[in-house]
């Protein structure tokens, strides 16, 4: 079969990109080329180009509605507001506004929570921290209504509660952010054990991240400090069996740990015998 013919016109009058073939058939050239569309040839496609989302600026996050928070009950009920678009960077907060409903919710009740917690809450949404702020040296800014040392638990319970907060309000960095500040009080015995009540009335068994330190606290400490806490410790330890337990393994962990360096340091004596033995002789 002769291969069929190709004319191209170059009528400039009417740029249509035509091609005429002498046989049957009429292939159309586009502008990517001759016979670029034609029946069994490939044709690589570019892939699509993601257009990258717009920034979301804090101007946006002002456009937004209004949403009332109402704190606590009765006669101390206190009312807040915050700009939606803010609080559902919350999961907490995203269930209950819906902002994807035919009509979401524009006053929340909050009956259970902390006024001062949920103030430094709204604080963090809105500029990323909270008061007193973590310095660059590590430590936090300082709080002229506050002692230097806690004497009374109020400053570590303030802390303590924007964690619990943020533990149900779903803000994970929020959590570890008052965590680490708790680290950074200076506090007395009695602060202490008003702090580790708090800790373990309010937070979950398995969360290790705060009750691990507490217990650990007490476990280096308890010898000492259960004197000046006026029979507290004990209480504690009566009210919160879990609290007991945390401290008595953290001794028991220690010891064991100490008794395993012993037998290693004999080893490398020439195994002389165990600690435990020439103990037997003092």
């Known amino acids: 079969m002769a291969e069929p013919e190709v004319r191209i016109s170059t009528d400039t009058a009417g740029e249509s990109g035509d091609v005429e073939m002498a046989g049957d058939d009429v ?41 009332t928070l109402l704190i606590g009950t009765g006669d101390s009920q206190t009312t807040l507001s915050a700009h939606q678009a803010l609080l559902v960077k919350s999961p907490f907060f995203l269930d209950a506004i819906s902002p994807d409903s035919a009509s979401p919710k524009r006053s929340i009740a909050l009956p259970d929570s902390d006024l001062e917690a949920t103030s430094c809450f709204l604080e963090y949404l809105y500029t990323g921290e909270y008061f007193p702020h973590k310095l660059p040296s590590g430590s936090l800014q300082t709080d002229p209504a506050a002692d230097a040392i806690d004497s009374s638990g109020d400053q570590l ?33 009695v602060a202490e054990i008003m702090y580790a009540r708090y800790v373990y009335a309010h937070t979950k068994r398995e969360d290790t991240q705060i009750r691990k330190p ?23 330890c009566l009210e919160y069996p879990e609290f007991a337990f945390d401290v008595l393994s953290f001794v028991l962990d220690t010891e064991e740990k100490r008794e395993e360096r012993r037998r290693k340091a004999d080893e490398g004596d020439g195994g002389k015998g165990s600690a435990r033995k020439r103990q037997r002789g003092v």
């Open 157 to 189: 319970l303030k802390h303590a509660k924007v964690y619990t907060l943020a533990e149900k309000l779903g803000l994970p960095a929020l959590k570890t952010l008052s965590h680490s500040k708790i680290h950074l009080i200076d506090s007395t015995a």
């Open 27 to 67: 292939v159309e050239v586009g502008e990517t080329g001759l016979y670029a569309d034609a029946p069994g040839d490939e044709v690589d496609e570019e892939p699509a180009v993601e257009t990258p989302a717009a920034r979301v600026t804090f101007v946006d996050y002002l456009k937004s509605p209004i949403i």
């Open 214 to 236: 507490v217990a650990s606290f007490w476990g280096q400490r308890s010898h000492v400090l259960r004197h000046e806490t006026e029979g507290s410790f004990r209480q504690m």
